[in-house]
């Protein structure tokens, strides 16, 4: 509770990329700012996000389970970072799938909302017949299914945060 109200979690952006760098899905709630991506803020974003993950890998404590020197297996494949503006929660899958998804910087722990994403994610692309598959650039309708999905995703995360 904030100054005797309910504060709400304020979500930016969520976005899922392919393990080559397609940005698959991207989805930003009304007033934010950037929520389009050119294709070389789209190839800095992967890049910036891969290079922070072999950094975390090289730096956890654990023992490298993964056998390639990254990490991988010691982060549960979530992991999230701050800015004195934003805080990016990023989930990455076994297949190279990355989800990222972009709050306010006091926000805590969001693994447990950002696989609800992923399986939302799963079930209107790979679930759905009529779909190219997970590594494909979804459907306007499928798009539609998913921004509804992620929308009540992230309803439900914030009223649980009240």
């Given amino acids: ?3 005797g109200r309910s504060a709400l979690m304020k979500a930016y952006t969520f976005r899922v990329f392919n393990k ?5 899905f991207n989805h930003a709630w009304p007033g934010t700012a950037h929520t389009s991506l050119d294709d070389d803020t ?6 910036s996000l891969f290079s922070l993950k072999q950094f975390i890998g090289k730096m956890t404590p654990f ?11 010691t982060l549960g494949g979530y992991y999230s970072f701050r800015t004195n ?3 990016t929660h990023v989930h990455s899958t076994p297949t190279g ?4 998804l972009t709050t306010e910087p006091g926000v805590g722990n969001l693994q447990d909302v950002i696989r609800k994403l992923q399986l939302s994610f799963v079930d209107v692309t790979a679930k759905n017949p009529a779909a ?15 921004t509804k999905s992620v929308a009540a995703a992230i309803e439900a995360a914030s009223a649980e945060t009240r």
Avoid: H, I, W
Wanted: hydrophobic share 40%.
């Fill in 132 to 146: 190219g598959g997970p590594d494909e650039l979804p459907s306007e309708v499928s798009c539609a299914a998913l």
């Fill in 20 to 24: 080559t760098g397609v940005c698959l």
């Fill in 1 to 3: 509770r904030v100054g």
């Fill in 85 to 87: 503006n934003y805080k």
């Fill in 63 to 73: 023992l490298d389970q993964s056998g390639d020197g990254t990490g991988a297996a």
């Fill in 42 to 47: 789209r190839k800095m974003l992967f890049g």
């Fill in 97 to 100: 799938l990355l989800f990222l």
